[in-house]
């Protein structure tokens, strides 16, 4: 998701994953599929199928670690502030990991044109020797946003079309 947010020495956007539902929606779905998973679970018992105890177990401890890790990589952002003179970039999840500074005159935006029209187009700032990767959680219409405003906005894009497959998988 791209979010504009308007300062007075610049423009703010903020990049996130599209998140469809909170840590608490997904706890509680998780405890609506252990509810369930416990009524299965004791009727089998009760009929002397308890090997399904540890197997429901299992399946529950997975299907929690897997919402978890959904979860946390979608908490992830990309802050870029742009003024008159710089392009700063700001990457982490809770708090800033990483940051960058790029001169906006100079800079460029590299998009990697996808091989497939279902996969959105791979972006990253570059100037000189430094290259950082943008936004590659985002889908295609986010991809398009960001792109066209970071054109609108001045920064040059350096467009790169995918080398032909060739093969028997196109």
Known sequence: MVERIPRPDGLRLLLTPNRSMTWHGNVRIWLCLFAISVVITTGF???????IVPFAGLELIALAFGIYLTSRDCQRREVLT???????????M???QAEWTL????????????????????????HRD?????????????TAILVDFLESRGVVV????????IGLWF
């Open 94 to 96: 809770k708090q800033k």
């Open 158 to 165: 350096e467009r790169k079309e995918p080398d032909p497959q």
């Open 130 to 142: 430094t290259d950082v990767p943008l936004g590659q959680f985002l889908n295609i219409d986010d």
């Open 103 to 126: 001169p906006r005159r100079y800079a460029r935006l590299r998009l990697d044109a996808p091989a497939h029209p279902f996969t959105p187009a791979k972006l990253s700032l570059t």
């Open 45 to 51: 018992s009760l009929a002397g199928a308890w090997v």
């Open 82 to 92: 742009i003024n008159d003179t710089d392009i700063h970039i700001e990457k982490g």
